[in-house]
């Protein structure tokens, strides 16, 4: 059915989600029903979940699954910035761009029937919105009754140590955990809080294909939707502070980004700043500074992805005796505040701000909270990998050689380039590479840096070797099927294998080998 002109009768008045299609209505119906009545309080819970994201719904299900009297409450939708505004909607973009690509790189690369014309960018905005609708029971206020939580929708604010107030009741707790998320960050460019930008919080509610589009930032929220936009047929450019985008990725994987997306087209602007940003009503005006030359530029469209910002405001953290700064909540390493009855996680205190990292962090919580730390741990023993899904994909686990070096940690780096992977050859996806880093003279792995065309699928084989302490030489000794891109792995071991085949060692296998002749 066509969207609606106006907002639909039950739909929440602080819900702005566009349009007002029946996929939406369906995501808000399951996410932010509407006159949802609020439960009785209990006496005192044993858990109360602030923040309905990841990190709170993960917590809130494994505590109450425990058996605990949990209370979960959320101010907007459930489901957080990943199932709304994040890795769901993002994902699917990323898929219908690299499908449009696939499409027309069939003939040059393949040899198939010519592609012409345009493509129906409404069309893939329309199946974003059903396949996140269609998710969404899974992150549903129902659900989460269903498992005997107390859900409140509303905002919360601390009014002492052990209480929380919500609408007209207060609640109190044995523990509470803060998991309150972090929204898009506003750059101070003059000009800019007066203009119609969109954040990853708006741009897919987009039903039209901006003709240019400007983005600010280029991290990985940057590079991902600017190289799907260019897919799609945008002229976009990257304005960016950093010499290489992806600024926290190994330079040489950074490198093989910025070629990939300059051959699409996108325009990369590095070490520039922006002086201003105006709107006219119909475009955008965007005054750049930029290796000592000035530069204008007009877009129909502007996307701010300079970083994220932790919800931190409205919590009245102070009352609770709960330690905050521009960062987010502070926390220890077991994920609590300055009040040992509170605990923060997910991204409103932690660096990493992933869905994966968010997931770990509540399984870490609920022991460390509910149970002295039975079954928990410490946030610094996680390894956690991190992907942009770029074409190709960046991945990383581990240690990068900044960090190592910043520790004290001397290393020996391998490198294999997929060029040689008889799989990605085929497929024509031959660019990228694998960077182990070992610590010096032994095969234990330390981190390891992937540039592939599924780089995020392959990472996990390097997670668990660092995460169970298995070398390069035992991986290598793991039989990958051919053909295949995780071939690399095994390629990896062999280079370490000849590089630790030393001239001394080459002198006893001869005299060996003498002996028996």
């Not at 005192?44 to 309905?52: C, P, Q």
């Not at 899904?389 to 294999?416: F, K, M, N, S």
Request: net charge neutral; aromatic share 6%.
């Amino acid at each position: 059915m066509p969207p609606h002109d106006t907002v639909p009768a039950d739909w929440p008045s602080d819900v702005a989600l566009f349009p007002y299609d029946d996929a939406n209505a369906q995501l808000v119906r399951t996410v932010a029903p509407k006159g949802w009545p609020p439960p009785v309080p209990k006496d005192r819970y044993d858990m109360v979940v602030i923040g309905a994201g990841t990190a709170g719904l993960v917590s809130a299900a494994i505590a109450a699954g425990l058996g605990a009297r949990v209370a979960l409450i959320e101010r907007h939708l459930f489901g957080g910035d990943c199932l709304n505004f994040g890795c769901v909607p993002s994902k699917a973009i990323i898929r219908a761009a690299r499908a449009w690509t696939e499409a027309r790189r069939a003939t040059s690369q393949f040899g198939g029937p010519p592609v012409t014309g345009e493509g129906d960018f409404g069309a893939v905005m329309a199946r974003l919105r059903r396949l996140r609708a269609d998710i969404s029971h899974v992150d549903g206020v129902e659900r989460f009754r269903a498992l005997g939580i107390d859900v409140f929708l509303g905002e919360a604010a601390f009014n002492g140590q052990d209480t929380v107030r919500v609408g007209d009741a207060t609640l109190r707790f044995r523990r509470a955990i803060i998991a309150t998320g972090a929204r898009a960050a506003r750059p101070p460019i003059p000009g800019l809080a007066d203009t119609p930008y969109d954040t990853n919080e708006s741009i897919f509610s987009a039903t039209e294909r901006p003709n240019r589009l400007v983005v600010i930032g280029g991290g990985p929220i940057g590079a991902e939707l600017a190289q799907s936009f260019a897919r799609f047929g945008s002229r976009v450019t990257v304005v960016h502070a950093d010499v290489q985008v992806l600024p926290r990725e190994d330079a040489d994987a950074a490198a093989i980004v910025a070629t990939s997306l300059e051959a699409e087209g996108v325009h990369l602007i590095n070490e520039a700043r922006i002086e201003r940003v105006s709107h006219d009503g119909s475009q955008f005006t965007v005054d750049v500074m930029g290796k000592g030359a000035e530069l204008r530029l007009d877009a129909d469209s502007l996307l701010v992805a300079t970083g994220r910002t932790p919800n931190v405001e409205g919590l009245n953290l102070e009352a609770a005796e709960v330690l905050y700064t521009r960062q987010g909540v502070t926390v220890d390493d077991r994920l609590r505040t300055t009040n040992p009855r509170v605990y923060a996680i997910g991204d409103v205190s932690s660096r990493l701000q992933f869905t994966h990292m968010a997931d770990a962090q509540a399984r870490l919580v609920v022991a460390n909270a509910l149970f002295f730390g039975i079954g928990g741990g410490r946030v610094s023993a996680l390894v956690v990998p991190r992907v942009t899904y770029t074409d190709p994909e960046v991945a990383h686990v581990g240690l990068t050689v900044e960090e190592a070096a910043a520790a004290g940690q001397t290393i020996d780096t391998i490198r294999v380039d997929l060029d040689d992977n008889d799989r990605a050859r085929l497929d024509g996806d031959a660019h990228g590479f694998l960077k182990v880093h070992l610590a010096t003279g032994s095969d234990r792995i330390l981190g390891a840096t992937l540039v592939a065309s599924h780089a995020g699928e392959m990472i996990g084989e390097m997670s668990v070797a660092i995460t169970q302490g298995v070398g390069l030489g035992a991986l290598g000794k793991t039989i990958h099927p051919y053909p295949t891109q995780s071939e690399i792995f095994r390629r990896a071991a062999d280079a370490w294998r000849k590089r630790a085949f030393t001239s001394r060692a080459r002198t006893l296998f001869a005299a060996w080998f003498w002996l028996f002749r």
